[in-house]
């Protein structure tokens, strides 16, 4: 039988870190896993056992066919020693057992000596075959210890590659761990280094506007309606709510045309019948700094006299009621109130703006005549 050859060049895959590896290892050298041996090693194991059983069995039948030739001899000896012995026998009943006494004498002891002879050959080749058992049984016992010692060894070796590949894994698992726990701290000082950078360009950016609005009030700011500076915001207006702007000049109050008292009065009336009152000069542009006034909404002569003015045909009947409440303290120059289109407004700029960002409702303005 001839010896099987190796496996050749070719790889295999490691089944845990699915990496080549050569088919002479028997344990993956990246990750320790135990590999399963190839086939050529597996062939190559099988083809040493059956060679030392044939040794150990040629070995046997050696000492077997010396051990049957030497007995064969014996009693090839025996048998011609008892042949002489007969012969001996019916020559004496012959000639007597004096006469042949003499010459059977020499003839029996080399028989005897042909017989010790080949009783020292039996048991030399009986000794020889119990030394070379004991041999065999020696040599075998001693192949199985050291087949058991390198079993031994090799599950030792797998034992201890095993121990190493679950340490590094662990700790392999344990670096993971602490890098991703590392990396969740990075990222939240990260996000909150981030979150303090935000709020202190926020507050660069607010104290930046301070400075600039205390040099240049009003920049940056937006344009908004306003009355004598407070904001009127169209989309602060509640339902059913009406927005009334009460222009109270201040020649009409140099003029003293309405006592305080009766503004007072006037304005809880109007208050009660649902109209918030704004007092003061309509005007339109930025609070605080460059605003312009919005007034007259329509053009006519306006300066002189107590007017009462309405936005839009839905606010009619409410310009009707403040002209009456207004009629009961004060002369109004117009014997109803008057309406103020979008035509009217449009060629008035911040006329324009003023209605539309404002949502006024209805518009006095009390101004004595010159």
């Known amino acids: 039988m001839s010896a099987p050859t190796l496996q050749g060049s070719s790889d295999r895959t490691c089944p845990k870190c699915q990496k080549n590896v050569s088919w002479e290892h028997r344990y993956c050298p990246f990750c320790a896993a135990p590999l399963t041996p190839s086939e050529s090693v ?45 012969a001996c026998i019916a020559l004496l009943g012959y ?42 049984s020696t040599f075998s016992a001693s192949s199985q210890q050291q087949m058991q010692t390198a079993k031994a060894h090799a599950d030792q070796v797998e034992n201890t590659v095993n121990t190493a590949s679950r340490t590094i894994t662990a700790k392999l698992n344990s670096l993971e761990n602490t890098a991703g726990s590392l990396d969740k701290q990075l990222k939240t000082k990260a996000d909150q280094l981030q979150a303090y950078e935000s709020r202190v360009s926020s507050i660069d950016n607010h104290l930046a506007q301070l400075a600039v ?57 109007l208050e009660r019948r649902g109209f918030r009152v704004f007092g003061g000069t309509p005007a339109y542009g930025k609070i605080g700094a460059a605003s312009f006034v919005a007034v007259p909404f329509k053009d006519g002569n306006y300066e002189n006299g107590v007017w009462v003015q309405y936005f839009g ?32 407004s449009r060629t008035r700029e911040y006329a324009a703006a003023f209605i539309k960002e404002s949502g006024i409702d209805v518009y006095v303005e009390l101004a004595p005549p010159r």
Do not use: C, W
Not at 321 to 328: G, M, N, T
């Open 42 to 86: 597996l062939a190559m194991d099988a083809f040493i056992r059956d060679r030392i059983e044939v040794q150990v069995k040629d070995r046997m039948k050696d000492d077997r066919l010396v051990a049957a030739e030497v007995t064969d001899k014996v009693f090839k000896n025996l048998k011609y020693s008892a042949s002489a012995l007969l």
């Open 213 to 269: 609005n205390q040099q240049f009030p009003g920049v940056g700011a937006p344009s908004l309606a306003s009355v004598s500076g407070h904001p009127i915001v169209a989309a602060d207006k509640k339902a059913g709510q009406k927005y009334l702007v009460f222009n109270l000049t201040s020649r009409a109050v140099s003029f003293d045309l309405l006592k305080p008292e009766d503004i007072a009065q006037l304005e809880r009336a």
């Open 95 to 136: 000639l007597g057992y004096s006469n042949l006494k003499q010459g059977i004498e020499p003839l029996t002891k080399e028989a005897q000596r042909e017989a010790e002879s080949a009783l020292d050959l039996a048991r030399q080749a009986q000794t020889q075959a119990s030394k070379n058992a004991k041999e065999v």
């Open 313 to 344: 045909v839905s606010n009619k009947e409410a310009a009707q009621q403040v002209h009456a409440e207004l009629s009961k303290y004060i002369k109004v120059s117009s014997a109803v109130p008057e309406l103020v289109s979008e035509q009217d």
